[in-house]
């Protein structure tokens, strides 16, 4: 029997090495909780960066995703399968939009997003051919294709890939009037994160959604909201763009979207920006397949009906005024909305890394983000005792 070590020893020996894991060799997960290959149990507290709002392995999604693959897994677009209509039909009910475009990953619909906004403005808006700009912010996280680290202000995420793809502006994250300053009569859309997650859980200022909608409406601009991580329950709304009572022109969701099993991905849009695209203009082998479509009807159904969105809202503002009630002298700043949490360390009270390490022994797997965060998003099935269990034991790692 190969233990922990030896697992990791052939990670290491074979695996490229872009990650740098904690040290937890995971067998099996149900809900909030984990398993290593020990049997020791984790309260998993990053929930695959957002995509397993629904808890690990849920049954209803299981069921769904077995009694579909004994049917029919692949078909390609080339067929008609007779799950992708009702997929479009529920997923543009919950999000309040008029056309689907299903790929897989988050980074195919930020790169389906860039293609399918760059059409729009030739064909609709009247940009002259090949001059189309996008206006990102610093800081963001789109993902990691060419196109998207092209325009990545991490220098990790695009060190060493150049040349870049053109056509992107860079302006600060929360700063409306610079989006204002930017726009010129070429520009076809703004992408933004409504919370930057990747970033280390960063919020605008209030208002600052509603604001970046009303000068893109303005200047015919569409607004591209970025929700692969926001989206589906994570901050309390079923889409973040609520909380501003804003509607995006084209959204973005991904991760949860498949329930933790599967991935899936989907370009929404309520403009015509997806009718510009026309047979063989795009697509994708695995997009839209049956499996996908059946495991995204139940990740959806039991966001819905176990009103997990409405429990994010109850168990965020818990979790968050609990990690505000410790008190600590290492914590600089939680901050957070819904399940989407995250607790800053003062650079004097050292880096986050061993803070996370910390955690682990204590059994609770979080991740450290840019030196000095840890973020905090469970599966939003977490009970209010699950986290009193976890607050016992952040408390005692911060003091
Ligand atoms: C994770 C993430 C992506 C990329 O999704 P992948 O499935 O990893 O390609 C894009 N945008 C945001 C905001 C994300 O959090």
Redesign the pocket.
């Known amino acids: 029997m190969l233990d922990g070590a030896d697992l990791i020893a052939l990670e290491s020996r074979f695996g490229a090495d872009n990650y740098k894991p904690l040290d937890v060799v995971l067998a099996s997960g149900k809900g909030v909780w984990v398993t290593d290959i020990d049997g020791k149990r984790y309260l998993d507290c990053l929930s695959a ?1 957002s995509a397993v709002n629904q808890g690990h392995c849920h049954p209803r999604i299981l069921a769904a995703l077995t009694e579909q693959a004994a049917r029919l897994t692949l078909t390609s677009r080339a067929f008609r399968n007779d799950q992708l209509g009702l997929f479009y039909e529920e997923l543009a009910a919950l999000t309040n939009s008029h056309k689907v475009l299903p790929m897989n ?4 619909a ?1 790169e389906t997003a860039i293609k399918a906004v760059r059409k729009w403005g030739y064909e609709i808006k009247g940009v002259p051919e090949g001059a189309a700009e996008i206006i990102v912010c610093a800081d963001n ?4 294709t060419l196109a998207i680290v092209s325009f990545s202000t991490d220098p990790e995420a695009r060190g060493g890939f150049g040349p870049f793809v053109p056509g992107f502006k860079v302006i600060p994250f929360g700063d409306a009037a610079a989006l204002e300053a930017a726009i010129t009569p070429n520009t076809v859309a703004f992408l933004v ?1 409504p919370i930057q ?2 970033a280390g859980v960063v919020i605008p200022p209030a208002g600052y959604l509603a604001r970046v909608r009303e000068i893109c409406s303005a200047t015919g601009v569409m607004l591209i909201l ?1 929700e ?2 926001t989206g589906l329950g994570r901050t309390g709304k079923m889409l973040a763009e609520e909380h501003d009572g804003v509607e995006a022109d084209v959204t973005l969701v ?2 949860a979207l498949g329930g933790g099993f599967y ?1 899936v ?1 989907a370009v929404l849009s309520n403009t015509d920006v997806l009718g510009t695209l026309k047979p063989g203009q795009h697509g994708s082998t695995f997009g839209g397949n049956p499996l996908a479509c059946a495991v995204a009807r139940a990740a959806l159904r039991v966001l819905v009906e176990e009103r997990l969105v409405e429990r994010s809202a109850e168990m965020g503002a818990y979790f968050k005024a609990g990690l505000e009630s410790i008190r600590s002298n290492r914590v600089r700043e939680i901050r957070g909305r819904g399940l989407m949490l995250a607790v800053e360390i003062h650079a004097e009270a050292g880096a986050a890394r061993p803070v996370v390490e910390a955690l682990r022994d204590q059994g609770i797997l979080a991740k450290d983000t840019h030196g000095q965060t840890i973020r905090l998003s469970p599966p939003l099935v977490i009970s209010r005792d699950e986290i009193d269990w976890a607050l016992e034991r952040i408390e005692t790692v911060l003091r």
């Open positions: 960066y990953s988050g980074a195919e930020v996280f789109h993902g990691r994160e997650g990747e970025d692969i991580q991904g991760k991935p991905s």
